[in-house]
């Protein structure tokens, strides 16, 4: 079985500053996505960067980038220049990508609290 | 983008209520839908996925006959929780995904609270 840890519950960064989240995941497959997803105080999950298993290129979207290392099962969140609209519940996610459809679920870490000061 | 609208956004009714939550995708064909319960400050935790014209595949642990799920075309699906009780009292989020490893997208959530 999968499973996504997220070992930071809190964490807190000044305005401007750069911030990691960490993020481990246990699998036997050898095809999968992985993800970051954002949830404000809304309450809506946006989806922040993804990233395909078979890519050895870290995924890149704007101030957010990811350290993607497949040996070690590492996946962690950069984001630069932090601004307080990034305050929000980070979720870590895994995905097997078996062609299959419904088997396709997304296994969420237990995230992580990120406030932004200003 | 691809937007998915979920109503009620917040439902609050007495104990015994069965109550609807329905999720659209709007601009896009939704092959599977996820339902999901988020308690405070938690993860949200997987209830069940439809596919659409079929039975929805539910987790262990979640009652089928309490959470009933319909994905009635590919734009629809819908969670009915049948006789309500506080302990149902929860935030349900859907997700819609496009195609079987298409991006997956969230709605609002539905704040469901039992009195």
Redesign the interface.
């Known amino acids: 079985a999968q499973t996504v840890t997220q070992s930071q519950p809190e964490m807190s960064v000044q305005e401007a500053e750069t911030v990691t989240l960490s993020c481990t995941y246990d699998t036997s497959e050898s095809n999968y996505?992985l993800f970051w997803y954002k949830q404000p105080p809304?309450?809506?999950?946006?989806?922040v960067i993804?990233q395909e298993a078979y890519k050895q290129q870290n995924a890149t979207e704007n101030r957010f980038s990811v350290n993607f290392q497949k040996a070690a099962k590492s996946f962690s969140l950069k984001i630069s220049d932090s601004q307080l609209g990034d305050t929000a519940m980070y979720?870590c996610a895994f995905m097997t990508?078996n062609?299959?459809?419904?088997t396709?679920?997304?296994i969420?870490?237990?995230?992580t609290?990120l406030a932004v000061q200003p | 983008g691809a937007v998915v609208s979920q109503h009620p956004s917040r439902v609050i009714c007495k104990s015994g209520t069965s109550v609807k939550i329905e999720c659209r995708s709007l601009d896009f064909q939704a092959t599977t839908m996820f339902w999901y319960r988020q308690f405070p400050k938690q993860s949200l935790m997987l209830m069940a996925t439809s596919n659409e014209g079929s039975k929805a595949t539910y987790e262990q642990g979640v009652e089928k006959d309490k959470f009933l799920i319909n994905h009635a075309s590919l734009t629809l699906s819908t969670l009915t929780v049948t006789s309500a009780h506080p302990e149902d009292s929860s935030f349900y989020i859907c997700s819609a995904r496009e195609g079987g490893l298409g991006p997956q997208h969230f709605g609002d959530g539905t704040r469901l609270s039992i009195l």
Request: aromatic share 18%.
């Open positions: 996505y809304s309450r809506q999950m946006i989806l993804r979720f990508t062609y299959g459809g419904a396709n679920k997304l969420f870490g237990t995230g609290l």
